[in-house]
């Protein structure tokens, strides 16, 4: 085998060159992917952003309510500007792994302390959603938490206490060290 100095330095630039065109390689494929080479999936978590302002709670406030009732039925906005204090952002995004993300944008409109306008796309329900985020569909039915009359007659009979008290008599006795010298 030739020592590092006998090879040429063409060819040590070309290994070069191919190690890094697959190290590349590699990243690109990570990006597009993420998973390496479809085994391995790094962990990624929910990433929820804003107010969720559901159907009821919008219903809740209408054109001449006061900012403190909106903040009550709302929460505090996301976004308030200085350069436009009669304008408060609803905002809210949710992004989990293996779902479509969220966005959902409500815009109110003030004249002075007064709920001008709003302007909303529709809102889901809460109960609709809950059940957009639930992760429990997933997974199937829910098992049963109790058992059946059945089930209850298949059990073993519990021992009987005289049989537990003298398998207790026939244990060795411990003997430990004191606590306190």
Not at 6 to 25: D, S, T
Not at 76 to 83: H, K
Not at 171 to 181: D, G, M, N, V
């Amino acid at each position: 085998m030739p020592s590092p100095a006998q090879i040429p330095v063409a060819w040590r630039h070309a290994a070069l060159c191919f190690a890094a065109m697959a190290a590349v390689g590699c990243a690109s494929q990570l990006q597009s992917s993420d998973s390496i080479f479809g085994l391995i999936t790094p962990y990624r978590i929910d990433i929820v952003q804003g107010n969720v302002v559901t159907k009821e709670q919008l219903e809740r406030i209408k054109p001449g309510v006061s900012r403190a009732q909106v903040r009550d039925a709302l929460g505090s906005p996301l976004l308030t500007d200085i350069f436009h204090a009669n304008r408060w952002d609803y905002v809210f995004t949710l992004r989990r792994p293996g779902a479509e993300p969220q966005r959902r944008s409500l815009v109110l409109l003030f004249d002075g302390e007064v709920l001008k306008s709003i302007e909303a796309p529709a809102l889901p329900g809460e109960a609709e959603f809950v059940a957009a985020i639930s992760s429990h569909s997933a997974q199937g039915p829910v098992p049963a938490l109790e058992l059946t009359e059945a089930q209850r007659k298949a059990l073993p009979a519990p021992p009987k206490a005289a049989a537990v008290a003298a398998e207790a008599a026939s244990a060795p006795r411990r003997s430990y060290p004191p606590l306190e010298p």
